[in-house]
Structure formats: C-alpha cells, structure tokens
C-alpha cells in the first residue's frame, strides 16, 4: 500500500518564478494538507484540501495556492518565488472521517536562488 | 492560540542510557499531542499520540509520553537509547481530533546518541 507520495523531490528555482509541487495521497486518503519546513525549524501549516476546495489555511501570503483533483491528489503553486520560499515542503494525508492522523510524504526540497 | 516549546534544541546521551525531550504546550481546548520523529532526508513519522485517554501513552520502538495537564506538559522518554534514534523530534500540538487536524509543531530537538 503506497504511502504519500509527492514529486518532485528536489528542485531549484530563481527568484520570481513560479513552481508546482504535486502530491498523491494514502490510497482512501480523501484529505490533504501541505506544510512549510523551513531549515531548522518546525513544519508550519499553509493550507489543507478537501473536496477540492482550501478548507483550511495558514498564515501564509496569496502567492501560495493549491488544488486538490477528483482523486484526491494535489498540487502546491507557489508564485513571485523569494529566497525565503527555500524549504522542505511536506504534504499530508489523511481521513475526514477517521481514523484520524495524517500520513506526510517525504516531502520536496525547493532551493530559491 | 496553541503552541509547544520544546526545551531542548539538542539533547545528547550515550547508547543504553535513558533518553528524555522535554516539550511544554499551551492550548485553550482539550489538546491532541504528538511526537513525530524525522530522520535526515525523510519525512515525518508519527511516535505516538495523546488524545485525551490514558495520561500514559506508550509509541513505537520503546517510547512513551506521559501527559500532565498540571504541568502542561508532554515529555518524551526511552528508558535506553539506541544508536538508530539519532534524529530530530517535534512535540505537536492540534486542538481536534477530527480528520481535519491542523498541527502546530515544536522548533524540534536533535538527538544525538553516541556509541
């Protein structure tokens, strides 16, 4: 049973541009949530999925959006790049209706240059 | 608002000896907690989790956490470390225990065990 998947697992960018980072759930996992890891800190929540709509979001600015397909999976868009975008992005998981607990992916090293 | 403070950025024992991340949190509801560990270059995997039944919470490889609201506190123990504990842990917080769960994590506390 495949976990979360997510791709790519690096990538590099220059400021400015836009990046999509993409995110296949558990299978029967029907919500998602993304997360911001910046070097040395704690993962910081920026927004989660469900029903294909932003259920829930973070304190993060509008340049950071998502979508969520019929299947589930989803994508982190991510425009104007700065430097401080630079993180190990995490996507998450899990059931609306339980068991309740995420399943994060190993995530997508984004490097801002 | 929730938040954890863990009191340790790094905490360094030798193996076989015993193991203790302390983690503090503040929460207005009735808090979900977690420990998660993460090993360099993976993702987060979840140690054990509180939700409000037994204070005692026993985890994978040996772990366990006891919950002190008294203390508001949530401290991670293993009575004898092992070289392949060696990782950063984050002490989490959420206030529900729904499928809609939104984490706060700790800045996290490196484990670093020595032969």
């Known amino acids: 049973d495949a976990g979360v998947t997510q791709s790519p697992t690096h990538l590099i960018k220059t400021r400015g541009q836009q990046v999509t980072l993409r995110c296949s759930p558990k299978?029967?996992?029907?919500?998602v949530s993304w997360y911001q890891q910046a070097l040395g800190q704690g993962p910081q929540f920026i927004f989660q999925y469900y029903e294909e709509e932003e259920r829930q979001r973070g304190n993060f600015p509008d340049r950071f959006s998502g979508h969520q397909f019929p299947n589930y999976s989803s994508e982190l868009n991510v425009n104007a790049l700065l430097l401080g975008d630079s993180a190990l992005y995490l996507c998450?998981?899990?059931?609306?209706?339980?068991?309740?607990?995420?399943?994060f992916g190993s995530g997508t090293r984004l490097t801002v240059v | 608002a929730q938040s954890v403070t863990q009191l340790d950025s790094h905490v360094s024992v030798s193996e076989g000896t015993p193991v203790l991340l302390r983690c503090n949190y503040s929460?207005?509801?009735?808090?979900?907690l977690f420990w998660y560990v993460q090993h360099p270059n993976k993702g987060l995997q979840l140690l054990l989790k509180?939700?409000?039944?037994?204070?005692l919470v026993k985890g994978i490889n040996g772990f366990e956490a006891e919950f002190k609201k008294s203390e508001t506190s949530f401290h991670l123990t293993k009575p004898s470390a092992h070289m392949s504990d060696a990782a950063e842990y984050f002490c989490v917080v959420s206030d529900q225990n729904t499928g809609f769960q939104k984490l706060v994590f700790g800045t996290g506390t490196r484990l670093l065990v020595s032969p």
């Open positions: 998450a998981s899990s059931y609306s209706t339980g068991p309740y607990g995420y399943t």
């Open positions: 509180y939700t409000s039944a037994a204070t």
């Open positions: 299978s029967g996992h029907d919500t």
């Open positions: 929460s207005s509801y009735s808090p979900s």
